[in-house]
């Protein structure tokens, strides 16, 4: 069955970085494109990057453009989140996202904490 695992949240300063992983399996990973999204308290979930299955293709919102940087490993199933100059306002939990057919599939989420 497909699954994804989230990893390497926490609580990190304001201007400070951190690298998130998603570890996937159950799916042809190679060949499927991945998105991360989060979700703050009383929020929507928002899409806030994406990467296509080859890793050329990448899409950022606007609010996280210039400062995070979605890349994969296929040999290692996994999708990364680089984000650096982390605000207050990135607070949220963080989840992996792959689309089979209409599917959805969701990791369980990291948490980031972006407080002084």
């Known amino acids: 069955q497909v699954q994804l695992v989230e990893s390497g949240g926490g609580l990190v300063h304001p201007g400070g970085s951190l690298r998130l992983s998603c570890a996937a399996s159950?799916?042809?990973?190679?060949?499927?494109?991945m998105r991360w999204y989060r979700q703050a308290p009383g929020k929507e979930r928002e899409m806030v990057a994406f990467?296509?299955?080859?890793?050329?293709?990448?899409a950022y919102a606007d609010s996280v453009k210039g400062r995070f940087t979605v890349s994969r490993d296929n040999a290692k199933n996994t999708v990364y989140l680089q984000m650096n100059s982390l605000k207050p306002e990135d607070t949220a939990v963080y989840y992996c996202?792959?689309?089979?057919?209409?599917?959805?599939?969701w990791g369980q989420g990291t948490q980031v904490t972006v407080s002084s």
């Open positions: 996202n792959t689309r089979i057919a209409v599917q959805d599939y």
């Open positions: 159950g799916f042809t990973f190679s060949l499927s494109a």
């Open positions: 990467i296509r299955w080859t890793g050329g293709t990448t």
